[in-house]
């Protein structure tokens, strides 16, 4: 199967040995996003409901450059630094989407890189 790397500078520019998202047939991956500013490569703010904000403005820029919208993300996952956040991130998520939401699991996580406190990836179908 062929595979589509779909890259965009409306979000953070990978890091590692990683695209921001891969498109395969008709569903992309979307690889991880936090609440870095695509520009300077920085976490935006120590705030939870800025970072979270941050990373879903990435994730749907890289979503728009494949084509898509949130409309099209079927599974989404969250991982947070905090699990007491999970009302705030269900609050901000409702920001970013809107019903039928996606299927999703929200974990609770250690760390993540450079202060992020948020995390989060999608598979969308387009």
């Not at 990978?14 to 979307?30: D, F, H, R």
Request: net charge negative; glycine share 8%; aromatic share 8%.
């Amino acid at each position: 199967m062929k595979k589509d790397i779909i890259y965009t500078t409306g979000a953070p520019a990978p890091g590692g040995a990683l695209s921001q998202a891969v498109k395969a047939g008709e569903t992309i991956y979307l690889a991880g996003q936090v609440g870095f500013d695509p520009h300077t490569m920085q976490v935006v703010s120590t705030d939870f409901d800025e970072q979270a904000r941050q990373a879903f403005k990435n994730l749907l820029s890289v979503a728009e450059a494949a084509g898509g919208s949130d409309r099209d993300i079927v599974k989404l996952n969250a991982y947070l630094t905090d699990v007491n956040m999970f009302p705030r991130f269900n609050a901000i998520m409702s920001e970013y989407s809107s019903p039928p939401y996606p299927a999703r699991a929200t974990l609770g996580i250690a760390a993540l890189p450079q202060g992020a406190v948020i995390e989060i990836e999608a598979i969308m179908v387009l």
